[in-house]
Nanobody, 117 residues
Framework: VQLQASGGGLVQAGGALRLTCAPS????????MAWHRQAPGKERELVAQ???????TYAASVEGRFTVSRNNGNNTMTLQMNNLQPEDTAVYYC????????????WGQGTLVTVSS
């Protein structure tokens, strides 16, 4: 099973995009869901994560601009990104961590977000 991330694209600074992540098949007992991103020449970083109860946490750089949500019924996740800035330009990856695992076992292929100034 792989995750399919979609919704990336080119947007001007101040604009918005909505990313979606869905599994290609059936997965069960998902604990944490998360969005990571990797900008050119930089390390991959955690952007936002949400537990099964829906409580989210965010990187300081996106707090107040990004909103992560999940649907436990079909194990999908979205990332609403508002007031995008050029420094948000990156490939965004979704990931899911099953219960009982310490790592994110499921990853998406990445979707490119480009923010022009």
């Amino acid at each position: 099973v792989q995750l399919q991330a979609s919704g990336g694209g080119l947007v001007q600074a101040g604009g918005a995009l909505r990313l979606t992540c869905a599994p290609s098949g059936s997965i069960y007992s998902i604990n944490q869901m998360a969005w990571h991103r990797q900008a050119p020449g930089k390390e991959r970083e955690l952007v936002a994560q949400v537990g099964r109860t829906g409580f989210p946490t965010y990187a300081a750089s996106v707090e107040g601009r990004f909103t992560v949500s999940r649907n436990n019924g079909n194990n999908t996740m979205t990332l609403q990104m508002n007031n995008l800035q050029p420094e948000d330009t990156a490939v965004y990856y979704c990931a899911m961590q099953p219960y009982g695992r310490s790592s994110y076992d499921y990853w998406g292929q990445g979707t490119l977000v480009t923010v022009s100034s």
